[in-house]
């Protein structure tokens, strides 16, 4: 920082523009004026905020609003699509997916690789994660926007003290500096690399996407089975980061044997790859990509076939169970169905309520709400993008200050 | 308030109350002068606060500080003993117990009633509750010391917004607004009745306890099993209140039927009176006191006895599978045994121990330490006392308006 005027104002005009772009987010069209009789700012200092953030497009303009008053207070802001973008990356277990996002929460580039990273080193997943990277900042660059920062999204255990993946069962991965590496990789990339859970992250883009849930768990299974929990609002990651590991409930103790060595697990009971075994549409892992045979299960229960039925009614209890421990210790009132389980959800839902309404003691005196995603399998990289842009959307100064080169 | 001073002063006076007495608490023995260093308030401010404080009996002076300044100020001051108590009740499934605790902690009067409520209706438990509360005001009364309110455990889900139990299913009560029927038929009762779910206060004890331990899981094994969560040193009672049932997590999906209708809870697996049965120690509920018969119990494991080693053991591996789900939801680093698993602890810590190591999914990064409370079976009571004194403690001007009349 340069910048020769004196710290204090550098806080307070921080802590200012915070308050302005927040209140455009919440207020899609909001004039100057609206932002000054809302916030408590001078009409000078709102005009003059707005300006930077302008400059810096992380805000643009409208047209002008309905009851304009005098002079520019008359025209709306939003924030702007063209301004920084979050870069999301999701290692799956069988995927590797990149997406961008901007200010606005649309997402733009999405794309989809399949590939059983279960066969492949550390070294070699990070190698593909790495160009997949670069792809997704050739799609900003051709966008003409500029990236804020990348969320990658991992199917195990992240430490919140450290962002080190202490352990990724179904890659078989333990302890990886997964930032520090990408880092090192791409020294090109500007902002921050943030390493989280995948199932919080797709939580989070669960709780962006719809203001008004801010109490529930939102759970995807896909080979792996993760939850996020959102409590008042606000991701909730445990005391260590660990929290939401809904895959390894032990749901049948004395059942078959999971990959993470306990016997009766959800993953090995409900995972996605399980369900398809069962359900006879199993293919060798990244032979398709995945939500090709996902769609030919889903042909299959709407042609009424019997052996897929019978497979996604037993998943469905065995995810009740498990939910019903999970509701019975944290006390959330609604389950949101997420990633193939949304897709599933017609099939599956009857058997998984069963055994929330048997099963939760709360639900005597009121039921747990079951809804289904909107955000198809998309929610976990979504989620990864989206949190970089909800940094620069709570401290745009970090961002307008690299972006200045001040 | 008939207090003519302006309603700022008051607001300040109250706030920098609390902080003085939390200085106290902190540190006992602490002079005026260190706690003005500490707190930043002047010295005359917290003599005079003080002088409130020792009028009200919320501190008293202990005799000369080591290095002893000038004055006053060379005079140490520690949380009165003889100050307001907090009453604490517990409505047990079999029994019905009573304590005072003072502002130190300190437990006084502790009264255990055997019995079995299940037996008997709303109406006839509450009038022995009301008795027992007149017999516990009078032992107040017989140590010289106001009482500050009432905290009520109870067995069930006691809903946050509202103070109702809502279901207490080992007692078969169903909405009952057990703080309002016990305010109507008490109402010489100083201060508030605050009714809460007798595992969480069960925790918040622990809390108050040993300030070492800020993030844990409390278990506690009576008739039905309850566990508190503690996260950054805050109890975390769920979205409605009603977290922590761990009694009701599904153990065995398909195993025996639970009083709760559900199948294969951990109640029903590893419930004292389970245990009991299994053990061939169980006698007619209420026809012993609970203490004596678990008493029996760990004589005859002490003895070596097959039966019951099996028994312990079994209920060991059940608590062990349902601590593996609640980790690994709620990512907790550990796991306190309190109530009658704290006395059974020897005999089931090695079968327990086994799940958690092999289905916490974190425990492969960091095993869970498992610990033995020393608070024995006395929690719940005693931490629905404390409850009231906590809430003297961090706002003393409630007490000292109601104390003082004004």
């Not at 921080?14 to 009789?37: E, F, K, M, Q, T």
């Not at 003290?161 to 069962?169: F, Q, S, V």
Request: proline share 5%.
């Amino acid at each position: 920082m340069t910048d020769p005027s004196p710290a204090g104002q550098h806080t307070v005009r921080r802590h200012n523009s915070a308050l302005v772009l927040r209140a455009v987010a919440a207020d899609p069209g909001v004039s100057r004026a609206a932002i000054a009789a809302r916030t408590g700012l001078a009409k000078a200092t709102v005009s003059s905020l707005v300006d930077r953030l302008l400059a810096a497009d992380l805000v643009a303009e409208t047209g002008p609003v309905a009851r304009a008053g005098r002079g520019r207070s008359g025209t709306g802001l939003r924030l702007s699509g063209s301004g920084p973008h979050g870069l999301g990356v999701e290692i799956g277990v069988d995927y590797l997916a990149t997406c961008l996002v901007d200010l606005t929460g649309r997402m733009h580039a999405h794309r989809l690789r399949p590939g059983d990273n279960r066969r492949r080193g550390v070294q070699q997943v990070l190698a593909s994660t790495v160009r997949a990277v670069r792809t997704s900042l050739r799609d900003a660059a051709a966008r003409g926007v500029p990236v804020g920062g990348i969320g990658v999204a991992v199917p195990g255990l992240v430490e919140a003290a450290t962002g080190l993946l202490r352990l990724a069962p179904n890659l078989g991965w333990r302890d990886v500096d997964l930032g520090g590496r990408l880092r090192a990789a791409l020294p090109e990339v500007p902002g921050g690399i943030r390493v989280g859970n995948e199932a919080d992250f797709a939580a989070a883009a669960q709780l962006w996407e719809s203001a008004e849930l801010r109490d529930f768990v939102h759970v995807s299974g896909e080979i792996g089975i993760g939850a996020g929990f959102v409590v008042d609002g606000a991701l909730f990651a445990g005391v260590r980061g660990f929290s939401g590991e809904i895959g390894h409930i032990p749901v049948d103790p004395a059942g078959p044997e999971c990959g993470c060595g306990a016997r009766g697990c959800l993953d090995r009971l409900a995972g996605l790859e399980w369900i398809l075994r069962d359900a006879g549409v199993w293919d060798e892992p990244g032979a398709r990509p995945p939500a090709e045979v996902l769609d030919e299960l889903v042909a299959r229960l709407s042609a009424g076939d019997q052996r897929a039925g019978t497979a996604v009614r037993h998943a469905g209890r065995w995810l009740g169970i498990a939910l019903a421990a999970a509701v019975n210790v944290l006390d959330v009132p609604t389950v949101v169905l997420g990633g193939s389980y949304a897709v599933l959800e017609p099939w599956l839902r009857e058997a998984l309520r069963a055994e929330l309404d048997t099963r939760v003691l709360s639900a005597a005196c009121e039921p747990v709400r079951v809804i289904r995603s909107e955000l198809g399998r998309d929610a976990a990289v979504r989620g990864a993008a989206t949190s970089i842009v909800r940094t620069i959307i709570d401290d745009p100064d970090v961002f307008i200050a690299g972006d200045l080169g001040t």
